[in-house]
C-alpha cells in the first residue's frame, strides 16, 4: 500500500510539472503575441531613429559649409535644404592626408581581416576536429591569452618590431591586430565548429576525404555564418582602432583615424573637413555590416541555439 502511495505521489508530481511546463510557455506564447504588436514595433522604430540621430547629425554637418556650420545647427537644413553642398567632400579627397590615410586604413584592415579569419579557421578546426598530444592545454593557452590587455603588449613589442626593423610600417600594425585577434577568432570558431556532427565527417572520411578536403568541402560551407561574424567583427575592430595605429604607425602609413586626430589638433576650428571625414571614415563599417548583415545574424543565431 506503501509502495502504491508512492507511485501515485510521483505520477501526480510529474503531472503537475508537466501542466506547469505547458502553463508556463503557453503564458510566455502569450507574452510573445502581445509583444509583436503595432505599439511595440512602433517603440523599436523610435529607438532606432534615436540611435541613428548623430548619424544624420554627421552626414548632414559634413555636408553644410563651415560659416553655416558655425552660425547655426544642423537640423536648419530641414527647413534650408539650400545649404546642402558637395564642397567639404571636393576639398577633403584634395587632401592628401585624408587620402592617403583612406588608403592605408585599407591596406591596414584589408590584410589584418583576411589572416585572423583564415588561420583562425584552420586552427579552429584543428583544435575541434584533429587529434594530438596536448591539444586540450594548447587550447586552454589560447583562451587564457583572451584576458591579455592589449596595452601590456604595447612597450615589449614595440622593442621587438624595432629590433627587426618593422616598426613605423604598415606591416606592424598588421601584425599587432592578427596576434590579437586570434585567440577570439580560434575560441569562437572552435566552440562552432565543434558542434558538427561527427557522423557527417566520419562519412567523409569513408569516402576518402583529406582533412583538407573536409575542412574546404564541409567544415567552411556549414561554419560560413560563424566566419562571417568574425570577418564582420575583426573588420570594425581595426578599422576603428587608432591606439595601435598611433603607436605602430608613423605618419606615411597612419591609418584615418590617426588623420582625423591629428587634423583635430592642428586644425580645431576646422569643422568642415572633419565632419566630412568623420563620415568617410564611419561610412565604411556600415557599408560592410550592412553588405553581410543576413550572415551576421545567422552567425549570432546559430551560436545562440547551440
Known amino acids: ?4 502511495q508512492t507511485a501515485q505521489d510521483a505520477q501526480f508530481a ?30 523599436l522604430l523610435a529607438v532606432a531613429l534615436f540611435w541613428l540621430l548623430p548619424t544624420v547629425g554627421l552626414l548632414l554637418s559634413s555636408l ?16 534650408k535644404p539650400a545649404q546642402l553642398t558637395l564642397h567639404n567632400y571636393t576639398n577633403l579627397l584634395d ?30 578546426y584543428v583544435f575541434a576536429w584533429v587529434e594530438f598530444p596536448g591539444r586540450d592545454w594548447v587550447f586552454l593557452l589560447i583562451v587564457g591569452l583572451l584576458v591579455v590587455p592589449l596595452q601590456v603588449a604595447l612597450v615589449p613589442i614595440t622593442s621587438l618590431f624595432g629590433e627587426i626593423g618593422i616598426f613605423g610600417s604598415i606591416v606592424s600594425v598588421v601584425l599587432f591586430h592578427v596576434a590579437f585577434g586570434l585567440p577570439f577568432a580560434i575560441f569562437l570558431l572552435r566552440n562552432f565548429f ?3 556532427p561527427r557522423e557527417l565527417l566520419e562519412a567523409a572520411r569513408l569516402d576518402g576525404a583529406g582533412e583538407l578536403w573536409l575542412f574546404v568541402r564541409v567544415v567552411v560551407p556549414l561554419g560560413g555564418p560563424a566566419i562571417a561574424s568574425l570577418g564582420i567583427f575583426q573588420f570594425l575592430w581595426v578599422w576603428n582602432d587608432m591606439l595601435v595605429a598611433l603607436i605602430f604607425a ?15 589638433r592642428q586644425f580645431g576650428t576646422n569643422i568642415d573637413v572633419l565632419s566630412s571625414g568623420a ?12 553588405a553581410f548583415q543576413r550572415q551576421f545574424v545567422n552567425g549570432v543565431m546559430a551560436g545562440a541555439l547551440k
Open 250 to 264: 608613423d605618419p606615411g602609413s597612419a591609418p584615418l583615424t590617426v588623420a582625423l586626430q591629428q587634423q583635430t
Open 279 to 290: 563620415f568617410l571614415s564611419m561610412i565604411i563599417p556600415l557599408v560592410v555590416f550592412f
Open 95 to 124: 587632401n592628401s592626408t585624408i587620402t592617403q590615410s583612406f588608403l592605408n586604413s585599407l591596406l591596414i584592415t584589408v590584410p589584418a581581416t583576411l589572416l585572423v579569419v583564415v588561420v583562425g579557421s584552420l586552427a579552429g
Open 1 to 4: 500500500m506503501t509502495t502504491l
Open 64 to 79: 553644410r559649409g563651415p560659416m553655416d556650420i558655425q552660425s547655426s545647427g544642423w537640423w536648419t537644413v530641414l527647413t
Open 14 to 43: 510529474a503531472t503537475a510539472r508537466t501542466a506547469s511546463g505547458r502553463t508556463g510557455r503557453g503564458a510566455a506564447a502569450r507574452a510573445a503575441r502581445r509583444l509583436a504588436g503595432g505599439s511595440t514595433r512602433l517603440v
Open 194 to 196: 565543434a558542434g558538427i
